[in-house]
């Protein structure tokens, strides 16, 4: 199964603060990533997919960027609803495979 | 914008079946396909497997091979996921995820409530 090693696990930022997230697969994927963002209590919403496309609908301020086996995703000024957890999953062969998770919190 | 609707939460004994459902409204429910993604209590996600209806295909995660099965009603656009042995472990809110017909290059871009399994004595 390819292992997706999310980092940091968790982290404390404050509103207006530019943050980035790593999820590193165990062998290449191409760029065969998706990110997810998950608030408490709630189903995950897909930010974005294939590593750098926006969904519709998600602000601007979501980015993704990575190929091969390292990949990012950036909020490049964070706003009060972006507090929650946020997940990559790996889409390059089944079983498809999560990250496990980045809990983004208030500082 | 395909919405995916879960059944009731669930409270069954370790040893026995659970069977959720995953209604779909709102889209062509044969041209995407149904994961089945767990989370047990603060974890991570974890993908079950899923059914392509318009495929007839099935996809299951090896570690669930053989006590897990997908199952589809096409004519009220519903999928069915069973999960048969139950134990404490399999404790967790299960989601159905909705994406396009393909297992690669797969992203989940509708997601039901969710439903949690409780498995206890």
């Avoid at chain 1, 990559?88 to 809990?103: A, H």
């Avoid at chain 2, 995953?22 to 603060?42: E, L, M």
């Avoid at chain 2, 404490?88 to 989601?95: C, G, Q, W």
């Amino acid at each position: 199964d390819i292992q997706m090693t999310q980092s940091p696990s968790s982290l404390s930022a404050s509103v207006g603060d530019r943050v980035t997230i790593t999820c590193r697969a165990s062998q290449s994927i191409n760029s065969y990533v998706n990110w997810y963002q998950q608030k408490p209590g709630k189903a995950p919403e897909l930010l974005i997919y294939a590593a750098s496309s926006l969904r519709s609908g998600v602000p601007s301020r979501f980015s993704g960027s990575g190929f091969g086996t390292d990949f990012t995703l950036t909020i490049s000024t964070l706003q009060p609803e972006d507090f929650a957890t946020y997940f990559c999953q790996q889409s390059y062969r089944t079983p498809l495979t999560f990250g496990g998770g980045t809990k983004v919190e208030i500082k | 914008q395909v919405q995916l609707v879960q059944s009731g939460a669930e409270v069954k004994k370790p040893g026995s079946s659970v069977k959720v459902s995953c209604k779909a409204s709102g889209g062509t429910f044969s041209s995407q396909s149904i994961s089945w993604v767990r989370q047990a209590p603060g974890q991570g996600l974890e993908w079950m497997g899923g059914i392509i209806p318009s495929f007839d295909t099935t996809n299951y995660a090896q570690r669930f091979q053989g006590r897990v099965s997908f199952t589809t009603d096409e004519s009220s656009s519903t999928t069915y996921m069973e999960l048969t042995s139950l134990r404490s472990e399999d404790s967790a809110v299960y989601y159905c995820a909705g994406g396009p017909p393909t297992w690669l290059q797969l992203c989940f871009e509708n997601w039901g409530q969710g439903t949690l399994v409780t498995v206890s004595s």
